[in-house]
């Protein structure tokens, strides 16, 4: 038995999204992850908006956090992997952030609060800890996140386009995301302007069948450009 007496009618609250209950909650596989998602959400949404995380250290330095993870939750060592089953299933996102003296991994709840966050840290525009780098943290076998595309294929984000490629990965489906870098490429087109235009004709007007009698490089070209062959600048 406890003392306690029931929830109060007015009183702080933890808000979870229902889209957790359908589509999170039915793939996670321990008790540990499932603590791991909740502690973050309760840490993240106590702290301001450029600052709405938490790191593995804080979440275990909460005595109830450290007691509901030993008592069914595998301890510390099922905090961590809970911490990384929740990346690979993306309901958390991680960053690393580095510096002379840190080096700390921070967990966000994945919401496009947390989203433009992190693509102001990366581009410089703000720095959650002084004097650090930010890493993002991609878990093995997760397809590659539409900063991490851009990164790779284009180049360094800066604030203005960081906010444009946080509004595409809430519009696009991931899989568009990746399929109109790989086009881009294809098409020695590496430029965002170029990727958004694919996507943008995506959406509008349906996506190519993927089959050997497709269109040429040529046609594919005047279809993104309105008829122009050469990328935009």
């Known amino acids: 038995m406890t003392d306690f007496t029931g929830f109060p009618g007015i009183g702080k609250a933890t808000a979870i999204p229902n889209l957790f209950f359908s589509a999170v909650l039915p793939e996670l596989d321990t008790p540990g992850s499932l603590l791991a998602f909740l502690w973050v959400s309760r840490l993240a949404q106590e702290q301001r908006a450029d600052q709405r995380c938490t790191s593995e250290e804080e979440i275990w330095r909460q005595p109830a956090a450290q007691k509901s993870f030993e008592q069914f939750g595998g301890g510390r060592k099922g905090l961590t992997v809970g911490l ?53 943290i991609e878990p093995a076998e997760v397809r590659p996140g539409i ?21 595409a990965e809430d519009t696009y489906p991931a899989d568009w995301i990746v399929d109109a870098f790989r086009e881009a490429a294809e098409l020695n087109a590496r430029n965002w302007r170029y990727i958004e235009k694919i996507l943008k004709n995506w959406a509008e007007e349906g996506r190519p069948n993927e089959t050997p009698g497709r269109d040429s490089l040529e046609d594919r070209k005047r279809r993104y450009l309105g008829g122009a062959l050469r990328p935009p600048g």
């Open 84 to 136: 990384q089953s929740c990346l690979q299933l993306r309901a958390l996102l991680g960053i690393r952030l580095r510096g002379a003296s840190v080096d700390e991994a921070l967990y966000f709840p994945n919401d496009p609060i947390s989203r433009r966050t992190i693509a102001r840290a990366r581009a410089g525009e703000i720095s959650l800890r002084p004097e650090t780098s930010v890493v993002p």
């Open 147 to 167: 900063f991490r595309l851009y990164e790779e294929h284009i180049g360094t984000i800066t604030p203005m386009v960081g906010d444009r490629l946080v509004e």
